[in-house]
């Protein structure tokens, strides 16, 4: 792990450090960010790793504000990565959303299960070097992701099994790797939040309700909104910091499992 332009200090604001980071892993580089408390909170953290969706990357507004919520409030970390082709990996640092946006359905169509595989590899090696900060260790994982977060996310959720609650859904039983997302939602067995918006044209409320249905957990919950794809309204914010901070704080032993004040 590396801390891009010497920023192992980082930034600091309301209590939350933030620190911009390179993973270099198998010939590639994973740029992202990491927010912790400003002081340390003693006992292993909690950490929520978050996957932005098409035509974003790692500072998406949502990705932030979910991020610095769970720090302040909650006394956790959160970690956030660009995917492919977007954000840092692009010549352009993610300037033209747009671009990105098609070139990750190029990409997501000719590659597929193998672009996937390199993404859930990238995540693990980003876990990894985090949870070895020793002002991070190694508590339970949450994973927060929607859309192009749940197209790379899910099977994460599926494969590692630190992953012990997941935030999921702007996404259908649908799309060039549909096998492996169903194997993948299949597999799952932590309690998830899967997220529907009824309008939405890029993954219709039935492939959305397939995918759903297809996940394995026993404990899973579907909250369902009007409008579309990108119109998911601000009270899911609140609903994904309360059920991730519960989930995880029933998952971490010891003393400070609790959360903070959620005001």
Do not use: N, Y
Not at 59 to 65: E, L
């Amino acid at each position: 792990m590396r801390w891009v332009d010497g920023d192992r200090v980082g930034t600091v604001s309301r209590g939350v450090r933030e620190r911009s980071f390179a993973v270099d892993r198998a010939g590639r580089t994973v740029p992202g960010v990491l927010w912790t408390p400003e002081a340390g909170a003693g006992g292993p953290l909690a950490l929520v790793a978050l996957g932005h969706g098409a035509a974003q990357h790692k500072r998406q507004d949502v990705v932030v504000a979910l991020a610095r919520r769970l720090v302040r409030h909650h006394g956790m970390a959160a970690v956030a990565v660009d995917g492919p082709v977007h954000g840092d990996r692009r010549p352009d640092k993610g300037a033209d959303g747009r671009l990105a946006f098609l070139e990750f359905a190029q990409l997501w169509a000719a590659q597929g299960d193998a672009m996937t595989d390199e993404m859930v590899a990238d995540w693990r090696a980003v876990l990894d070097a985090v949870q070895a900060l020793p002002d991070v260790g190694i508590g339970p994982v949450g994973w927060w992701g929607v859309s192009m977060g749940t197209v790379l996310g899910l099977p994460l959720v599926a494969e590692d099994p630190r992953v012990v609650a997941a935030v999921l859904g702007l996404m259908g039983a649908t799309g060039p790797t549909r096998a492996r997302i169903e194997a993948a939602a299949a597999a799952v067995r932590c309690p998830v939040l899967f997220l529907v918006q009824l309008g939405d044209a890029l993954f219709p409320r039935d492939s959305a309700l397939a995918l759903f249905d297809a996940i394995g957990s026993p404990d899973k919950r579907l909250h369902a909104h009007p409008g579309p794809h990108g119109a998911l309204p601000g009270e899911e914010v609140d609903a994904s910091e309360a059920f991730l901070a519960r989930v995880l704080a029933q998952a971490r032993p010891g003393p400070g499992a609790g959360g903070g004040d959620p005001a």
